[in-house]
């Protein structure tokens, strides 16, 4: 008989990320990482994503020798600029308004590190917002989604209304590329649902 899968060790708090291991089947579990997240002068939007990922992934691995541990960063990009989380309702107006007509870019990493081992993977996106009134943005507002998201909106959720058209990954919009996730997943090992199917089958 086989011993029970390790748990993965999420180097993020992200509801998002623990909902998209969740729908895979992967056994995880939560540990905070101590990362300064502030970008470097003139870092590329892809390189400072990466970046993150891999920083993220190390911090928890360094304190946790032999354990599987996966780093993900996630940024909205308008026109070369990162879109963050929004500081209060006027900033989440302005990144809205940006984003409302346009087309725009999510850089999604994802980094799995063992001991000194390192695999990372990146995904970018497009998505097409459709035009937003004003109306749609204060009461966009007032359901609270915004208020913890890159580029102040949810495409899992209320988000969704906005958007137009998608070109690539959807679970990458979300912050975790499942694609890309599960083949660093094989390559570590880490097993899937259809891994522990397959074993019972």
Do not use: C
């Amino acid at each position: 008989m086989n011993p029970p899968a390790q748990a993965l060790l999420l180097a993020s708090a992200s509801p998002r990320r623990r909902e998209l291991l969740a729908q895979i089947g992967v056994l995880h579990r939560v540990e905070k990482h101590w990362v300064d997240e502030r970008r470097h002068d003139a870092e590329a939007p892809e390189a400072y994503v990466q970046r993150l990922a891999r920083e993220k992934a190390r911090d928890v691995a360094g304190r946790h020798p032999g354990a599987v541990v996966l780093g993900a960063d996630t940024v909205v990009i308008r026109a070369g600029r990162i879109l963050g989380k929004p500081h209060n309702q006027t900033d989440a107006r302005q990144m809205l308004l940006s984003l409302s007509g346009t087309w725009h870019q999510v850089a999604s990493a994802v980094t799995l590190r063992q001991d000194q081992r390192e695999k990372t993977a990146l995904s970018l996106s497009e998505v097409q917002f459709r035009e937003l009134t004003e109306a749609e943005i204060r009461a966009y507002w007032s359901s609270g989604e915004p208020r913890d998201k890159a580029g102040a909106y949810a495409i899992q959720g209320l988000g969704a209304l906005f958007v137009q058209q998608l070109r690539g990954s959807y679970s990458g919009v979300m912050g975790l590329p499942i694609y890309e996730t599960a083949a660093l997943l094989q390559a570590f090992a880490v097993p899937t649902a259809l891994d522990l199917e397959s074993v019972s089958a």
